[in-house]
């Protein structure tokens, strides 16, 4: 969480959008007290802008392996 702006936007794959670190923690809160898993294969995808640098928009995709609480 140290690492995010306070302004992050967090787009789940169900779900309404989270705006704001305080509502991405209950989120990761949630997944900490419903699943034991571990995500592997992840692959990184950022948005350069026209400098090459990241513009703000970054995803993830990866396999989740685990089970339910």
């Not at 306070?6 to 991405?24: C, S, V």
């Not at 209950?26 to 592997?40: G, K, P, R, V």
Request: hydrophobic share 35%.
């Amino acid at each position: 969480l140290s690492l995010l702006t306070d302004d992050i936007r967090h787009d789940p794959n169900q779900g309404t959008p989270r705006y704001g670190k305080a509502l991405f923690a209950e989120f990761l809160q949630h997944m900490d007290t419903c699943y034991d898993e571990q995500l592997t294969d992840l692959v990184i995808l950022t948005n350069p802008n026209e400098n090459g640098m990241a513009s703000g928009r970054v995803a993830c995709e990866f396999v989740v392996n685990g089970t339910y609480k």
